[in-house]
């Protein structure tokens, strides 16, 4: 049978509110159904005419796949899922890195499900749901751990994921990271050449991998430089700005205040643009910062202060990659990226007179 042309793929005949199938799209274009499985599926051994026209008649009918026939038939479920925590150091994280990964997604057949990661509860117990019921053909998660119990649950269960963060098992596994280590460094560095002599740094909770990278890279810095320094003890990166803005007040009203702070991430940034406020303080004079961003949200803030960026939604498109590549087979050990810091330091113009 001679199929219709491109142009002529509308849907004609469907009755109203009957659900299109794949039988539905081969007596439109006129292909067989098996033809018309492998062009929506991407087969290379379909021509790519076949194909457009096919992805034609299926976008005029608004053709959704069965996801439960899918299932049945491959063992996949075209679904992968994100645990993610609600609360984050950075202004809008989670919108930019689930646009990243959806980018890549877009046209695989594979949707997101998001799950919440609550770090004060048990954080295997979603995945062991997932693989319970056979929920996600791949997982990723982030806020590592150094020896995550999550990583060892799906590397003895050999299941597909990826994680935003490193660990510290021997046993490799994909994942995605920011160099803090390197962040930290340069952040004092910068200060340094500031004139900066006491600098100071809020740290996440030490359960977190990436903490450890920022404690040396800081370290490093600081020791190299020979200046003073601290950490800020009775709170930790991940408390509500109130509780950050009180700490870095009490600290700025204390002896000896810092001159020079690290801010790791936006929201503990703008925490100690109150705490100086609150105290009377001068930015640029009075104290230094130099922030990790991921968002355009310093470049409307007046002074400008000194910023080193993370792109995040470059980090969810190489996840996304990465995962697609470890569903399919690929070996974990090509399956990693460290990403540095990005661009030189926003021009903090001094302190008024």
């Known amino acids: 049978m001679e199929q219709r042309g491109e142009t002529e793929a509308r849907g004609a005949g469907l009755e109203q509110g009957r659900k299109p199938t794949l039988r539905t799209i081969a007596a439109e274009t006129g292909f067989a159904v098996t033809t018309v499985s492998r062009a929506l599926s991407g087969d290379p051994r379909i021509s790519a005419k076949t194909r457009r026209v096919v992805a034609s008649a299926a976008a005029a009918m608004g053709y959704v ?14 679904v992968i899922s994100l645990l993610i925590n609600p609360e984050h150091e950075y202004l809008g994280f989670t919108d930019e890195l689930l646009a990243g990964i959806v980018t890549v997604l877009r046209d695989t057949g594979y949707s997101v499900t998001i799950i919440p990661d609550f770090i004060d509860g048990d954080r295997t117990e979603p995945i062991r749901n997932i693989l319970r019921n ?6 990723i998660f982030s806020r590592t751990e150094c020896f ?3 990583v060892r649950l799906l590397l003895e269960a050999k299941f597909p994921f990826i994680t935003h963060g490193r660990t510290e098992f021997t046993t490799p596994h994909p ?3 920011y ?13 340094v050449a500031r ?10 909770s030490a359960r977190f991998t990436f903490s450890q990278h920022l404690r040396y890279g ?16 009775d ?9 950050l803005t009180r700490a870095l007040c009490a600290r700025l009203r204390g002896a000896e205040p810092p001159d020079g702070l690290v801010c790791v991430g936006e929201v503990v940034a703008l925490a100690a643009l109150a705490a100086l406020q609150d105290t009377g303080g001068r930015l640029g004079e009075d104290l230094h910062l130099v922030a990790k961003r991921a968002s355009p949200v310093f470049d409307l803030l007046r002074p400008r202060i000194d910023t080193l960026y993370e792109d995040v939604r470059a980090t969810g498109e190489e996840i996304g990659r990465l995962l697609l590549r470890r569903i399919q087979g690929e070996p974990v050990e090509t399956l990693v990226h460290v990403q540095d810091p990005i661009g030189g330091f926003e021009a903090m113009p001094p302190a008024a007179p």
Do not use: H, W
């Not at 160099?179 to 200060?191: G, H, I, K």
């Not at 709170?235 to 509780?243: H, M, Q, R, S, Y």
């Open 65 to 78: 796949p069965d996801r439960a026939a899918q299932r049945l038939r491959t063992g996949r479920t075209k």
């Open 134 to 139: 056979n929920l996600a053909d791949g997982l």
């Open 148 to 150: 995550d119990p999550r």
């Open 175 to 177: 994942y995605v990271d």
């Open 179 to 191: 160099d803090n280590e390197a962040f930290a460094r340069l952040a004092v560095e910068r200060l």
């Open 195 to 204: 004139g900066c002599t006491r600098l100071s740094i809020i740290l996440p």
């Open 218 to 233: 800081f370290l490093s810095g600081v020791r190299a430089a020979d200046v003073a320094y601290d950490m800020v003890e």
């Open 235 to 243: 709170v930790e990166l991940g408390a509500a700005p109130d509780a």
